[in-house]
């Protein structure tokens, strides 16, 4: 296994990004699996061959610039809003970011524990652009969209003690994804949304049977190789089912956290993006962030857009109403555009 994945390389581009390909490539090939025939020269054009082999997607361009700059300036409003000493002009603030009420993850970099729900956050969320990625992607185009949290991390070389930690990880007990589905399906069932926090739950409790299931991260800033932030795993999602029957099930737990010395975690690598870009992947894939080791910060949104037909009637409801309830409830999104996608995306049919 550990020969498999010690052959993937990332190629990188003259501007110092790791590859990556445009949202015409993805109307330019089709997504048809059988036409996969291993060729290293294919994969290099073919947005899907190469999604097929490596496990994972960078598509740039998908967000505009002034949506992104509006993105940071939410991030930053909240944490502003939480840490009044923080000025988002002036990094000798910046010593105090995160709130220590219990409402932000600090060693992760994200300023919000439960998921966000701010104007330009919900628009990045129901974007076309991200809609077409995943869709394509997925073969699919009935799709929801998940509301998760941000990060934020601070540039380690104007404080070495803003350090994040490094780690790589599944969003998904791989035991249970490899089973049945009975134990994911009962989870699920207990969702009402009453609790915000239960929209992050429902991220990980994938199964097999439902088919391949993506996540992704929203690329906020530039973000070159020493920046930190978003590493994966290529090629893991081949060995999956070999890697974890090799080792003892564990049932109860609905993450997979990656020891250092661990092959997932040995041959993960840092993927740069430029601002505006989205790489989504298998969530199949170990994958996670490496800290920063440069004077610029990393901001980026978190997103997964997963089949409709993987939400029963009564957990859609409830998810309906919640959501309904927060945009009617909520100043800034009572003008919320909604349209056919939005609609469909945000469960409000």
Not at 314 to 319: A, D, K, T
Request: charged content about 25%; proline content about 5%; hydrophobic content about 30%.
């Amino acid at each position: 296994m550990e020969e498999i994945l010690k052959s993937f390389k990332i190629s990188i581009d003259n501007e110092g990004y790791s590859k990556s390909f445009s949202l015409e490539d993805l109307d330019n090939f089709n997504n048809n699996n059988n036409n996969n025939n291993n060729n290293n020269n294919n994969e290099e054009n073919n947005p899907y061959e190469f999604f097929e082999r490596y496990g994972f997607l960078v598509i740039r361009n998908v967000i505009s610039e002034e949506d992104c700059n509006k993105t940071v300036g939410e991030i930053f409003d909240i944490i502003e809003s939480k840490v009044k000493t923080f000025d988002r002009n002036d990094q000798s603030t910046w010593d105090q970011t995160f709130s220590e009420d219990g409402s932000s993850i600090p060693q992760y970099g994200s300023p919000s524990k439960p998921p966000i729900f701010k104007k330009q956050f919900l628009m990045n969320r129901t974007n076309p652009n991200v809609y077409k990625v995943f869709s394509k992607l997925l073969k699919n185009q009935d799709l929801m969209v998940n509301h998760d949290r941000a990060c934020f991390f601070r540039p380690t070389l104007v404080n070495p003690k803003w350090k994040t930690n490094d780690n790589v990880h599944l969003d998904m007990n791989p035991y249970n994804w490899m089973g049945n589905g009975d134990i994911c399906r009962e989870e699920l069932s207990k969702l009402t949304y009453a609790r915000l926090g239960e929209f992050i739950v429902e991220n990980n409790q994938p199964t097999q049977n439902d088919g391949l299931q993506l996540q992704g991260v929203i690329n906020l800033l530039d973000n070159q190789e020493l920046d930190g932030g978003y590493c994966v795993t290529p090629g893991f999602h081949t060995i999956f089912n070999e890697y974890f029957t090799s080792k003892k099930p564990q049932y109860t737990s609905p993450s997979w956290n990656f020891d250092k010395k661990d092959i997932a975690f040995k041959y993960a690598k840092r993927i740069s993006m430029r601002k505006g870009s989205i790489v989504v992947w298998n969530q199949q894939m170990p994958h996670g962030s490496m800290s920063n080791k440069s004077f610029n910060p990393r901001m980026a949104q978190f997103i997964k857009i997963f089949p409709t037909s993987t939400v029963n009637s009564v957990r859609y409801q409830h998810r309906k109403n919640q959501i309904k309830s927060i945009i009617e409830n909520s100043d800034e999104l009572k003008d919320f555009p909604l349209n056919q996608i939005s609609s469909q995306l945000l469960g409000l049919n």
